[in-house]
């Protein structure tokens, strides 16, 4: 929790891998055309039981995992990916 007398900006680089490392929601980032994941918190890998070098070495397939009626909102997602594009979304 973060309030404007609680930290400055220049806190955040280190508030916010304090916060993914805490969090249990599953946090995944990818990049490139073929989005490939670059990170994923601690929450994905016992959430998914892969280790971090697992789902690092598996490119793009992750997104095959994802619950074939969620498939329509991800590919929007990576499909149109920009800073006023954030949402928050669940996936199964």
């Not at 598996?58 to 095959?64: A, E, N, P």
């Not at 990576?78 to 928050?88: C, G, V």
């Amino acid at each position: 929790h973060m309030t404007a007398d609680s930290g400055s900006p220049s806190d955040l680089p280190i508030q916010l891998p304090q916060f993914l490392d805490a969090t249990t929601d599953v946090v995944l980032c990818c990049d490139g055309p073929d989005h490939r994941l670059i990170y994923l918190n601690p929450s994905a890998v016992r959430t998914f039981g892969h280790s971090v070098a697992e789902f690092l070495n598996i490119g793009s397939s992750w997104t095959s995992a994802v619950h074939e009626d969620d498939k329509a909102i991800l590919s929007s997602l990576l499909e149109n990916p920009s800073p006023s594009n954030r949402s928050a979304v669940t996936l199964r």
